[in-house]
DNA sequence: AACCTCCCCAACCGCCCCCAC
DNA sequence: TGTGGGGGCGGTTGGGGAGGT
């Protein structure tokens, strides 16, 4: 059976979101908490699909994101979890909660799969690395910092107290080794608005839980026989953030040499 | 300086999962 | 128990920009 797409295709406006649609979805979801996707064009008026603005929202204006390069640790992270979880990303973005999956999966795509695929024959890619830009694209002046925007929602935050995803209120915010996932570090992005930047004063992470990624458990990502592997995993992440590189799982996963 | 190449990443698409009824 | 709907996930695309020629 054809599904219908999420919304009417004529009329949606598509591509690159304007600082002000972001304003709006931002201002939404401080009024109303995320989701309820489906209500949120004709409620605010944007002329985007429901996936747009969750999308929208999720990988690039929900608090706690982290943006620009990745470090080692987190690159090594990525390929471990990768080789033990496979292409399921949102999986391995739970445990890097400042991460989307969104921009796990490019990262990969873009740069660790081309070195795991050269590390063998020491091919180097195809072109010699430029430097990446560390900033994101937008025009001059568009500073919506993860700060701002937890400080845009840290009303809607203390007037809820609470709510969320149908998936992840379930399992709730157990997020392995991250607990403080949205703690609005000084390396969160700088988005800005039109020179208008809001205050950049960082709002407490408590004030977020809401917006904690779903939780990968052994019984929510295993497929068969992932039980073992997950819990594993999780071992060797606390294990690995104490600074401890432990045992076999770190040894299957360690072939990998950049 | 102008043009070309290619890389990055935001966003779209379509399928799948799960819950409510 | 079956069905519909909403949300989530992974794959893919293409616009735009940076570096090379």
Redesign the pocket.
């Known amino acids: 059976?054809v599904?219908p797409?999420?919304c009417d295709k004529d009329g949606v406006?598509?591509?690159?979101?304007t600082p002000e649609e972001d304003l709006v979805l931002v201002s939404y979801v401080q009024e109303h908490g995320p989701?309820?996707?489906?209500a949120v064009p004709t409620r605010t008026g944007l002329m985007?699909?429901?996936?747009?603005c969750?999308?929208?929202w999720t990988?690039?204006l929900r608090p706690g994101i982290k943006?620009g390069n990745f470090t080692d640790q987190e690159e090594k992270l990525i390929v471990h979890l990768q080789a033990l979880l496979g292409?399921?990303?949102?999986?391995i973005a739970s445990y890097l909660p400042e991460r989307t999956?969104?921009?796990i999966?490019?990262?990969w795509?873009?740069?660790l799969k081309r070195k795991l695929q050269g590390c063998g024959a020491g091919a180097p890619?195809?072109?010699?690395?430029?430097?990446?830009?560390s900033a994101?694209?937008h025009p001059p002046g568009y500073v919506l910092t993860t700060e701002n925007i937890s400080r845009m929602l840290d009303g809607w935050a203390r007037k809820k107290g609470g709510g969320g995803?149908?998936?992840?209120a379930?399992s709730g915010p157990a997020t392995p080794g991250a607990t403080e996932s949205a703690s609005g570090s000084s390396e969160a992005s700088e988005v800005s608005y039109g020179g208008t930047a809001l205050s950049a004063a960082a709002a407490p992470a408590s004030a977020f839980e809401y917006e904690t990624k779903?939780t990968v458990t052994a019984a929510?990502a295993a497929d068969a026989g992932d039980e073992t592997q997950l819990s594993a995993i999780e071992s060797w992440l606390f294990a690995d953030a104490d600074g401890i590189e432990s045992g076999s799982l770190l040894d299957a996963a360690m072939d990998y040499t950049f």
Not at 165 to 168: E, I, K, L, N, V
């Open positions: 059976m599904r797409p999420c406006k598509k591509g690159p979101w989701g309820n996707w489906r985007r699909c429901s996936k747009s969750r999308l929208r990988n690039y943006r292409n399921r990303w949102a999986a999956d969104n921009d999966k490019n990262y795509n873009t740069h890619p195809r072109r010699a690395r430029r430097g990446r830009r994101p694209r995803g149908r998936r992840a379930g779903p929510a």
